[in-house]
């Protein structure tokens, strides 16, 4: 079992910054893919980005270029530092975690990212 804790969504105004955090635990050397995914009222969830344990990344057009995301190995964690924040951004934000074997999927309990115009 792998558990998922994600902070440090809140609300911003538009053009701001924020650094969400993911803080895995438990069967923690199953983990190959890590991601950040949202879901905004009324649409389906989507990826943000994504990270391997080769450090191998992957972006959602959308956010190309004002989103980084990074991952710690050692200390089991993954951050997503979102820049130039758009009221389109706002979502609820989930941590992912698929395991090498299986690709079994694991959620965070997702962090609210709220942005005003």
């Known amino acids: 079992q792998v558990q998922l804790v994600e902070s440090g969504g809140g609300l911003v105004q538009a053009g701001g910054s924020l650094r969400l955090s993911c803080a895995a635990s438990?069967?923690?050397?199953?983990?190959?893919?890590m991601g950040w995914y949202r879901q905004a009222p009324g649409k389906q969830r989507e990826l943000v980005a994504s990270?391997?344990?080769?450090?191998?990344?992957n972006y959602a057009d959308s956010v190309k270029g004002r989103f980084t995301i990074s991952r710690t190995n050692a200390k089991n964690r993954v951050d997503l530092q979102m820049n130039s924040l758009k009221p389109e951004d706002t979502a609820v934000y989930y941590c992912?975690?698929?395991?090498?074997?299986?690709?079994?999927?694991?959620w965070g309990q997702g962090t609210q990212v709220t942005v005003s115009s």
């Open positions: 990270i391997t344990s080769s450090s191998g990344t």
């Open positions: 992912k975690a698929t395991t090498y074997i299986g690709a079994r999927e694991y």
């Open positions: 438990g069967s923690i050397y199953r983990i190959n893919v």
